[in-house]
Every structure is written in C-alpha cells, then in structure tokens.
C-alpha cells in the first residue's frame, strides 16, 4: 500500500460518521446493523462502541471478519478487515463523546461500555465528488449515444487499496 492509498482511504473513512457494520458470526451469513464511526486512527484502524450485552460483541467474538459499507451523496466505500473487542478504559475516555451518553448515562466507566476495533485489510471506493462526476456523465452520455458499454475500469473514481 502506498501512503497516497492510505491518504485517500483515511479521506473517504473520516467523511462519514456512520456506516453499516457487517459481520458474518457463522462464516456463512452476514449480519449488518448501522453503527457510528466512534474514530479512524492515522493508520485506518477504525472504532465502535457498543453494549458489552449486544449480538453484535458476540458476533465479533464468534468470527473476527468483518465490513463496514459506508454510502453517502456521491461517494460509496466497503471496507473489510478484521475486528476485536477491546477492554481499554483509556482508549474508552479518548473515544468518549456525550451523544452516547443516552446509552451510557455514567460516561465510559458505564456497566457495558465496549469497544470494537476494526483493523481493515481492503478498501473499494468509488468517488464521484467535485468534477469525477461531470466526467463520468459525459462517458455515460457519449456511450448511450454511440451504443457503446461502458467498463467499470475506465471510471476515474474508482479505486481501491490493500491495508
């Protein structure tokens, strides 16, 4: 992976506050649940928080593989990886915000308060923010016109990268 790879995978990641956290606790079904991105670290580790108490901690314990799709005006990113419970009380009071404080009226010393940490392995995205959109409605609109298919490979906003 190259650092511009990490820089725009570190970009797309921090753009979003939520996205949908995809788990597969039997290795065959997926499970998926919107979380909040509690934090993306310099080197694309990604964190939750959620109740000790959840499905979602036993999943993680029951199969570490994981994916969080992230969807917003323009711009698309699956990330997946590998995924930890973590008991940290420090990191916990980093990550600590008052908006989860309707989950957990005694801050991060609360009975449950559990960190998840999303280490990803891969990233796909696919940007059509600032003028990528503009291109890609020419190409779309020149091979509509000329009878011609268009190809996934040719789209400037794609991208992808191995973490």
Request: some cysteine.
């Amino acid at each position: 992976m190259t650092q511009s790879d990490l820089a725009q995978t570190l970009d797309i990641a921090r753009s979003f506050n939520t996205g949908m956290l995809v788990t597969q606790p039997d290795g065959a079904s997926l499970r998926g649940r919107p979380m909040t991105l509690a934090q993306v670290d310099d080197d694309g580790t990604i964190w939750f928080v959620t109740d000790a108490e959840s499905d979602l901690v036993d999943e993680v314990k029951a199969s570490e593989r994981c994916a969080v799709e992230l969807s917003g005006k323009r711009l698309w990113a699956h990330l997946s990886g590998r995924m930890d419970v973590v008991d940290d009380l420090d990191q916990a009071q980093d990550l600590w915000s008052d908006a989860m404080d309707v989950w957990f009226p005694d801050g991060p010393e609360s009975g449950g308060f559990t960190l998840l940490r999303m280490r990803p392995i891969r990233a796909d995205w696919w940007d059509l923010r600032g003028g990528t959109m503009a291109k890609f409605a020419y190409r779309y609109a020149k091979a509509r016109l000329k009878g011609e298919t268009l190809s996934d490979r040719s789209f400037d906003g794609r991208g992808h990268a191995t973490l």
